[in-house]
């Protein structure tokens, strides 16, 4: 029987009501690339340096431009499409949950910012969790928890190293170890300070009276994706101990299962007797969390985790029904697809694969590092057969011709392409994408 009235649509229609209202994109029809980037060009501030690319839709692993050129999508918009495009899982929790209800505001109780909060709570350990949207709302609340913390003996200063990246406020660029970042936004907000990175001498002797807590990523993204050490954690735990100063991880990027593990520490400090017991005072989270629904959120460990009461913080999106039901569904099906250990197999095979590329074109891939699905391939200096674009990095230069060989990866710093499949990316596509990489180095080592 088909949909005579609107009133029966739901109940009787075939294919199936979810099919309905999310239907698959429509066929390409036109070629609007340059009108689209008229748009941008008139009405959208310019702070984004944009790839020559007008997407049109995805699925799985991988996206469509409005020409219908597909792309390997290996950069999975920096980390945050973790199912992939257009999972229907994630159709389905939108849809279901926007009947429902969307949005309540934080003066109320909601079932699923509960669940998920003990979800995230059961992840990492005894502690409670806030919820905002974004990865530097995420760290901007661990910011305000340390002047909490801090605030009767009068300290605020919070240590964090060179080559970090912590979001884009201005609390954000001041956390951000690089100069780049804060350049023209002149003064900076006081209290951060940066150190090297994987240096705990370093940031033992930059400790002041002044100082209140360390905050740094387990696997440094923007700043070319480098690990931290498993002896450089343990020794910031044991140096925060020692001087009452509460040790944060931005968990932002190499967090949610990326690395193989939950969070980037855990996979890092694997194995080791001491690390089964690390923990962390604060961790930021976004990106991966809602596999593109923005959410973002910081756990923070129990004996601080009342610090922040009543009146003190908040966000009006934060942990809305909508976004909580969408990361809830996000979560159980890494869990049921066990997407943590695909991340890890497939992910270091990746890497062993790109180290044999390296090995193998030494004059274009100097070498290649990180873990589980955070992956970073540097090129070597001075690739002379790269073409010249002016002004543009060597590693964006490499990212245009992988393009124009239908395959994201994504620029960090201008030595090195990141890797940042979605977390179900399969072993096939892994290997799609190495022989397109290969094709075009090959190419560039003639
Ligand atoms: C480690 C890290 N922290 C914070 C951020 C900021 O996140 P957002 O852009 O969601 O504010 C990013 C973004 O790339 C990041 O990589």
Request: proline share 6%; aromatic share 8%; net charge positive.
């Amino acid at each position: 029987m088909g949909c005579r009235r609107k009133a029966d649509f739901r109940a009787s229609c075939d294919p199936p009501f979810m099919k309905e209202i999310a239907p698959s994109p429509p066929p390409i029809v036109r070629n609007d690339a340059r009108a689209v980037q008229a748009l941008f060009q008139q009405n959208v501030v310019p702070s984004y340096g944009r790839f020559d690319i007008v997407l049109s839709h995805g699925a799985g692993s991988y996206l469509y431009d409005i020409t219908g050129k597909r792309y390997l999508d290996l950069g999975s918009g920096i980390a945050v499409s973790s199912l992939g495009h257009a999972h229907p899982a994630i159709t389905e929790a939108l849809v279901e949950q926007s009947r429902k209800l969307i949005h309540t505001s934080n003066f109320y109780y909601h079932e699923s910012q509960g669940r998920l909060a003990q979800a995230i709570v059961s992840l990492v350990g005894p502690g409670k969790c806030f919820f905002g949207n974004s990865g530097v709302e995420a760290n901007e609340g661990l910011f305000k928890l340390a002047r909490k913390f801090g605030h009767d003996d009068g300290r605020f200063e919070i240590l964090t190293t060179i080559n970090s990246f912590h979001g884009r406020t201005l609390a954000g660029i001041a956390a951000t170890g690089q100069e780049k970042i804060k350049k023209g936004f002149e003064p900076i907000m006081q209290g951060f300070r940066h150190v090297p990175y994987n240096d705990l001498e370093s940031m033992r002797a930059a400790i002041s009276p002044a100082t209140v807590a360390i905050m740094v990523e387990g696997i440094q993204g923007e700043g070319g994706v480098t690990p931290a050490t498993p002896e450089y954690l343990l020794g910031l735990r044991q140096l925060c101990d020692e001087k009452n100063l509460l040790l944060f991880m931005d968990g932002v990027q190499c967090g949610y299962f990326r690395s193989g593990r939950f969070q980037s520490f855990q996979r890092i400090l694997q194995g080791l007797p001491a690390g089964e017991k690390f923990l962390p005072d604060g961790i930021s989270m976004a990106k991966s969390l809602g596999g593109g629904f923005p959410i973002g959120a910081f756990w923070v460990r129990a004996p601080y985790a009342d610090l922040l009461s009543a009146g003190t913080h908040g966000t009006t999106y934060g942990g809305s029904p909508l976004g909580c039901a969408v990361a809830l569904k996000v979560l159980e099906v890494v869990r049921q697809e066990k997407l943590e250990d695909n991340a890890r197999r497939v992910g270091d095979l990746l890497k062993l694969r790109l180290q044999e590329l390296a090995k193998k074109y030494p004059g274009i891939i100097r070498n290649a590092r990180g873990l589980g699905f955070m992956l970073g391939m540097e090129l070597s200096p001075d690739i002379p057969t790269l073409p010249v674009e002016s002004n543009k990095t060597q590693a964006v230069r490499f990212a245009n011709l992988l393009h124009s060989a239908g395959l994201l990866m994504i620029p960090a710093g201008t030595q090195v392409l990141r890797l940042l499949p979605p977390l179900n990316l399969r072993q096939s596509e892994a290997e799609e994408g190495l022989k397109i990489l290969e094709a075009v180095v090959a190419r560039l080592a003639r």
